[in-house]
């Protein structure tokens, strides 16, 4: 199984970007995919999940509003739609797949690389 991650950049305060995870070697369409953060030292932390069918969506308080999540099965790909980016959101993003939709990074079984977002002010 492989989660590759891309998307990151350096972006302004404000600005935007769209990740992207693409999954091969798993049936995508029966798994629930999340995207998860770890920012220099601190602790891993949700970001937002989706069901496998794409009909419900779950997001961390802290991103709620400004990023969106989606899928798209047949191309077996993720993607979180970020907006309004603050500095604080500056991380390395990683995506994973779950067999529920959980904001519990335990419930995930396979994980990607991550890529690195970084937000100047």
């Known amino acids: 199984v492989q989660l590759q991650a891309s998307g990151g950049g350096l972006v302004q305060a404000g600005g935007s970007l769209r990740l992207s995870c693409a999954a091969s070697?798993?049936?995508?369409?029966?798994?629930?995919m999340g995207w998860f953060r770890q920012a220099p030292g601190k602790e891993r932390e949700f970001v937002a999940a989706?069901?496998?069918?794409?009909?419900?969506?779950y997001y961390a308080d802290s991103v709620k509003g400004r990023f969106t999540i989606s899928r798209d099965n047949a191309k077996n790909t993720v993607y979180l739609q970020m907006n309004s980016l603050k500095p604080e959101d500056t991380a390395l993003y990683y995506c994973?797949?779950?067999?529920?939709?959980?904001?519990?990074?335990?419930?995930?079984?396979?994980w990607g690389q991550g890529t690195l977002v970084t937000v100047s002010s």
């Open positions: 989706i069901h496998r069918s794409g009909g419900s969506t």
């Open positions: 994973a797949a779950s067999r529920s939709l959980s904001g519990n990074p335990n419930s995930y079984i396979y």
């Open positions: 070697g798993l049936t995508f369409s029966s798994y629930g």
